[in-house]
């Protein structure tokens, strides 16, 4: 799954500020939002899928770890 970081940084202001444009009426579909939207980078996974395994098994061990650490 590529990851994508979009020209605004500021998603949910952003979002916020569309929802609120669209309730007004100064949008008037989804589609009139959609132009402004922008990547300004993207990336594609490469890792090898054994490496990738190994990793997220630690991952998941170093999570579970964390249970019930403070009571």
């Not at 990547?39 to 579970?64: F, N, Q």
Request: net charge positive; hydrophobic share 40%.
């Amino acid at each position: 799954m590529p990851v994508i970081r979009p020209r605004v940084a500021e998603t949910t202001a952003l979002g916020a500020a569309y929802a609120a444009g669209l309730a007004v009426g100064f949008w008037k579909t989804y589609n009139e939002l959609r132009v402004n939207r922008g990547k300004e980078k993207e990336w594609h996974p490469a890792m090898d899928a054994e490496r990738r395994k190994k990793l997220y098994s630690g991952w998941k061990k170093a999570v579970t770890r964390t249970f019930d650490w403070v009571e």
